[in-house]
């Protein structure tokens, strides 16, 4: 079974600081990996992909993502944040064989501070 | 036009009631869910539908029985509501078998409110 994790629970920030929100994943497969983005009342937006080729992914907004297969990691990065930033990231992954079902983290809350 | 579309996007009904959330999509795919994001904001698959045909059940109560009358349809009914069925709960869909390249859209989601 699939399972991801992420590190951070609640992050607070300043803004124009540096982020970084960690995310794991088991699976013995291949997967597709996402990141999504919930601001506050809102849906789930997709913030970035990675399928498969570079590594390193980038998505809206300034976000990047890179995929290191051997630490089964997809971490979530942005060089700068700033006040609208402010929402709740999840990590995802779906298996890319067999019947797919969408596995959440459970989500990483960031507050930034302007 | 919307990919996922849901209704009610806010159903408050009362404890013992039935009710019934809608979700309908686009976009050609074959696979449709049904996710519950609790208080806690975690997301936990419910219910998947292949093809019309059910996939996933997650250990989710028999008060919630889902209907798929046709691919593009995935519709949630739940009977004698609980305060603990209050959450957000999202449908989504994605297309099986596209070599690897698979993604979920999800709709706006509907927060269910039982008092």
């Known amino acids: 079974a699939q399972s991801v994790s992420q590190h951070n629970h609640h992050v607070i920030l300043s803004e124009a600081a540096s982020l970084e929100l960690g995310c794991n994943y088991s699976y013995g497969g291949t997967v597709n990996l996402f990141w999504y983005v919930q601001y506050p009342g809102q849906h789930l937006q997709l913030l970035l992909k990675y399928f498969s080729g570079d590594p390193l992914v980038k998505g809206i907004k300034g976000f990047e993502a890179e995929f290191i297969k051997s630490k089964f990691s997809f971490n979530l990065r942005k060089p700068s944040v700033q006040w609208s930033d402010t929402a709740e990231y999840f990590c995802a992954v779906i298996n890319a064989g067999g019947y797919q079902k969408v596995t959440f983290g459970i989500g990483t809350k960031l507050q930034v501070i302007p | 036009d919307t990919a996922v579309s849901q209704t009610p996007k806010y159903l408050v009904t009362q404890m013992g009631n039935d009710k019934s959330i809608k979700c309908e999509q686009n976009l050609g795919h074959d696979t449709m869910y049904w996710y519950k994001q609790d208080s806690k904001k975690f997301l936990k698959i419910m219910f998947s539908?292949?093809?019309?045909?059910?996939?996933i059940n997650e250990t989710v109560p028999n008060r919630f029985s889902p209907k798929s009358p046709d691919k593009a349809h995935l519709n949630l009914h739940i009977n004698s509501l609980e305060l603990g069925d209050s959450a957000v709960y999202f449908c989504a869909s994605s297309q099986h078998g596209q070599g690897g390249n698979t993604e979920a859209f999800f709709g706006q989601g509907t927060r269910l409110t039982v008092v």
């Open positions: 539908y292949n093809n019309k045909e059910l996939i």
